[in-house]
C-alpha cells in the first residue's frame, strides 16, 4: 500500500480526549547531523559541535540542538494521524538528548473543541513527550492541530 492510499483511508473522525496515541522510536542524530543543522540553522554553538568542550561542560557528548528534537516531532505526529496539520507548536526542554542517542515519541490528545458552522475548523490539542535512551523526560511540548481539508 503506497503513502497516499493509507493516508487516504485514515478516518476522518476528531481523536477523542485522553486518546493516547503509541509510542514511537526516533532515530539517533549523528555528529555529521548536528554540523549540517548547524550551518542551515546558523546556531553554530560549540557545545553541540565539539565532543571535547562537551564533556569539559561535564557532559558526556554535545547535546542535539533543541529545534533539531523538535523538528523529528512532525513526522512522529504524522505516523500517528497523516490527516492532522499543526498549527502551533510550542516545548519546554527538560533533559539534553545527546549525539548518538535516540529516545521516544508519545502523547495524548488534551482538549478536542468542535468545528462550527461558519467553517472555523475543528481544533486538537495534543500533549506530547520525548524520553531520552535513559527513559528520563527530555521534552514537553504542545500542538494545537486541525483536520486537513478533505481531497
Same mark, same amino acid.
Given at each position: 500500500?503506497?503513502? *497516499?492510499? =493509507?493516508?487516504?483511508?485514515?478516518?476522518r473522525?476528531?481523536?477523542?480526549?485522553?486518546? +493516547? !496515541?503509541?509510542?514511537?522510536? %526516533?532515530?539517533?542524530?549523528?555528529?555529521?547531523?548536528?554540523?549540517?543543522?548547524?550551518?542551515?540553522?546558523g546556531?553554530?554553538?560549540?557545545?553541540?559541535?565539539?565532543?571535547?568542550?562537551?564533556?569539559?561542560?561535564?557532559?558526556?557528548?554535545?547535546?542535539?540542538?533543541?529545534?533539531?528534537?523538535?523538528?523529528?516531532?512532525?513526522? *512522529?505526529? =504524522?505516523?500517528?494521524?497523516?490527516?492532522?496539520?499543526?498549527?502551533?507548536l510550542?516545548? +519546554? !526542554?527538560?533533559?539534553?538528548? %545527546?549525539?548518538?542517542?535516540?529516545?521516544e515519541?508519545?502523547?495524548?490528545?488534551?482538549?478536542?473543541?468542535?468545528g462550527?458552522?461558519?467553517?472555523?475548523?475543528?481544533?486538537?490539542?495534543?500533549?506530547?513527550?520525548?524520553?531520552?535512551?535513559?527513559?528520563e523526560?527530555?521534552?514537553?511540548?504542545?500542538?494545537?492541530?486541525?483536520?486537513?481539508? =478533505?481531497?
Open positions: 500500500m503506497t503513502i *497516499a492510499a =493509507a493516508r487516504s483511508e485514515v478516518a473522525d476528531l481523536p477523542k480526549v485522553g486518546e +493516547k !496515541f503509541t509510542a514511537l522510536p %526516533f532515530s539517533p542524530c549523528n555528529m555529521d547531523e548536528l554540523r549540517r543543522y548547524s550551518l542551515a540553522s546556531d553554530d554553538n560549540p557545545i553541540h559541535l565539539d565532543p571535547e568542550l562537551a564533556r569539559r561542560a561535564g557532559l558526556p557528548a554535545p547535546p542535539v540542538h533543541g529545534m533539531l528534537l523538535m523538528s523529528r516531532l512532525v513526522p *512522529a505526529l =504524522a505516523v500517528w494521524r497523516p490527516d492532522l496539520t499543526i498549527i502551533r510550542s516545548n +519546554k !526542554f527538560l533533559r539534553p538528548v %545527546f549525539v548518538n542517542e535516540g529516545g515519541f508519545s502523547g495524548r490528545v488534551a482538549q478536542v473543541t468542535q462550527d458552522a461558519s467553517g472555523n475548523p475543528a481544533k486538537i490539542l495534543l500533549r506530547l513527550m520525548m524520553h531520552n535512551e535513559r527513559r523526560l527530555a521534552l514537553l511540548a504542545e500542538a494545537l492541530t486541525i483536520l486537513k481539508p =478533505a481531497a
